[in-house]
Structures are given as structure tokens and as C-alpha cells.
């Protein structure tokens, strides 16, 4: 490691993104490593997480920017953030306020695939 601190702009610059202009994020707890959640981040969701530390998001079907547990009070407080092999997805470790997912479930994985029916799916 050179020890430089970059700046998030120049770490933006150099990920991989989507055909959006999307990064992934995975949100997992950080007191037992359950994965919580998985939403995208444009450069300025990215950019707030970095200077608040408190998790921000690009809202695809809203096309919004948004931080999570403004209106609900969940909010997600970055305790650690990584980026993976490909410099395409990032993972965060998390202090997890309340409810992660909308549905009011602590994480949006709840859904076994053996469980799971689409037909009992509905729009959220």
C-alpha cells in the first residue's frame, strides 16, 4: 500500500460501473455478518457515504438519490468499506438502526428460494 488516502472522486473514476453508471453496494451487519441488503450508488451517493458515514443510494425506480433511514429512521452508519477484485461492487460493514429491508424484515435476503412464490408476489 502506498498509504495515499484517494479522495472519492478519484476512487469513482477508476470503478467499474454498470450501464447506468451504477456500483452495486452490499450492506452486511457488522456485529454477525448477515448480508442486509444490495442497492446501487451513483458518484454522489457514493460521495455522501464517504464524508457523512452514513449510507446514501441511487434509487433506480425513483431516480432519486436517497439516504437510507431518512423518513424511517433505519439508518445504516459505515462502519468498514471495500471494493472487490473486479473494482466493480462494494461492500460495506454496517451498524444496522431498525429494520434493513422496506418490507420491515431486518435484511431484504429473507426469501428462501425453496420457499419462494411468485405468484404471492406482489408490488412493492
Known amino acids: 500500500m502506498n498509504g495515499k488516502k484517494l479522495m472519492p472522486a478519484e476512487m469513482w473514476a ?3 460501473k454498470n450501464s447506468d453508471g451504477l456500483v452495486p453496494a452490499i450492506t ?3 456485529e454477525n455478518g448477515d448480508v442486509l441488503m444490495m442497492a446501487y ?3 454522489e451517493a457514493f460521495r455522501l457515504t464517504c464524508e457523512t458515514g452514513y449510507m446514501h443510494y441511487y434509487s433506480r425506480s425513483r431516480d432519486t ?3 437510507k433511514g431518512e423518513t424511517s429512521g433505519h439508518i445504516q452508519k ?3 468499506a471495500s471494493i472487490d477484485c473486479d473494482r466493480d461492487t462494494l461492500l460495506y460493514k454496517i451498524d444496522q438502526t ?5 418490507t ?10 425453496n420457499d ?4 404471492r408476489d406482489k408490488e412493492e
Open 14 to 16: 477508476h470503478m467499474k
Open 28 to 30: 452486511i451487519d457488522n
Open 41 to 43: 450508488m451513483n458518484e
Open 65 to 67: 438519490l436517497w439516504k
Open 78 to 80: 459505515v462502519i468498514s
Open 98 to 102: 431498525g429494520a434493513a429491508c422496506h
Open 104 to 113: 420491515g424484515n431486518r435484511s431484504c435476503f429473507y426469501t428462501s428460494l
Open 116 to 119: 419462494w412464490d411468485p405468484a
